[in-house]
C-alpha cells in the first residue's frame, strides 16, 4: 500500500541520549515534512524539505537535525534528547499534482 | 506570519444533530485552507480543502466548509452527525506562494477541536 510509514511507532528513550526517528515514503513526492503534535497546540512544523538535497526550518526547528539524501527518506534526529520532546511526531509529504499533505500514522516519543 | 484559531476546543453533540466547528485565520498573504480529522491513535486524514473557485467545498464523509474571505474563517459544518464522527479535527493554512511545492503540506494548524458524538 502506498504511503508514508514511520519507525519506530513508540519509543522511550533516556535524557541526552540521541535518536532518529525513520520517515519513508513511497509516492515519489517532491516535499516532505516533520511535525510535532502536543496537547493544546495542534501539529507544529520543525521542518521540512522541498526537494532532496534541501531542508529548511519550520516553525520549532531548535533540538532537532534532518537530512534529505533522496527523495523517499527524511529522518529527524533528536541529537541530545530532553523531556520537552516528549510528543507525538508525525512525518507528511505532498507534491504539486496532489495538493494536499499526506500523513504517516505518527511516532509517540517519551523522553523521560 | 500565519496564524489560525479554533475557537472550541471541545464539541460534544448528539448523534443525528447538526455540528459547526469555527476555524478563523490570519495571513498577510493568500493562503489555501484545510480541514484534516484524525481518529484516535492514527495520523491526520484529509477531508477538505479550498484552494480556489466556488467558496463552498464538499469534503468526505458529508461535511463540508465555506470560505468567507471578509471574515478571514473557514467553518466546517455537517448536517447529521454518526458516532463514527467522533475524533479530532484541525483546521490548517498555508502560504499560496510557497517555493518547490510546499504550499499543500508546509502548514499552520489550529489547535484542534475535539468533536464528541453521543448516542
Known amino acids: 500500500i502506498a504511503g508514508i510509514t514511520q519507525a519506530p511507532t513508540s519509543q522511550i528513550l533516556a535524557a541526552g541520549r540521541r535518536m532518529t526517528l525513520r520517515c519513508t515514503q513511497d509516492?515519489?513526492?517532491?516535499?516532505m515534512y516533520w511535525y510535532r503534535q502536543d496537547l493544546g497546540l495542534g501539529l507544529r512544523l520543525i521542518h521540512y524539505?522541498?526537494?532532496?538535497?534541501?531542508?529548511g526550518k519550520g516553525e520549532v526547528p531548535d533540538g532537532y537535525s534532518v537530512s534529505r539524501a533522496n527523495t523517499d527518506d527524511f529522518p529527524l534526529t533528536l541529537a541530545s534528547a530532553v523531556p520537552s520532546q516528549t510528543s507525538v511526531y508525525f512525518c507528511?509529504?505532498?507534491?504539486?499534482?496532489?495538493?494536499?499533505?499526506?500523513f504517516g500514522q505518527g511516532t509517540r516519543l517519551t523522553v523521560v | 506570519a500565519q496564524s489560525v484559531t479554533q475557537l472550541d476546543s471541545q464539541v460534544p453533540v448528539f448523534e443525528e444533530a447538526p455540528v459547526e466547528l469555527r476555524c478563523n485565520y490570519s495571513?498577510?498573504?493568500?493562503?489555501?485552507l484545510f480541514w484534516y480529522v484524525q481518529y484516535p491513535n492514527q495520523g491526520l486524514q484529509l477531508l477538505l480543502k479550498y484552494l480556489s473557485g466556488s467558496t463552498l467545498v464538499k469534503g468526505i464523509n458529508g461535511f463540508e466548509a465555506e470560505f468567507n474571505k471578509s471574515q478571514t474563517s473557514f467553518h466546517l459544518r455537517k448536517p447529521s452527525v454518526h458516532i463514527s464522527d467522533t475524533a479530532e479535527y484541525f483546521c490548517?493554512?498555508?502560504?499560496?506562494?510557497?517555493?518547490?511545492?510546499?504550499?499543500?503540506?508546509?502548514?499552520?494548524f489550529g489547535q484542534g477541536t475535539i468533536l464528541t458524538v453521543h448516542p
Open positions: 524539505s522541498n526537494t532532496a538535497g534541501t531542508t
Open positions: 495571513s498577510s498573504v493568500s493562503v489555501y
Open positions: 490548517a493554512v498555508s502560504d499560496r506562494a510557497n517555493a518547490g511545492g510546499t504550499s499543500y503540506g508546509k502548514l499552520t
Open positions: 507528511a509529504s505532498s507534491s504539486t499534482a496532489n495538493t494536499e499533505a499526506f
Open positions: 509516492m515519489r513526492h517532491n516535499a
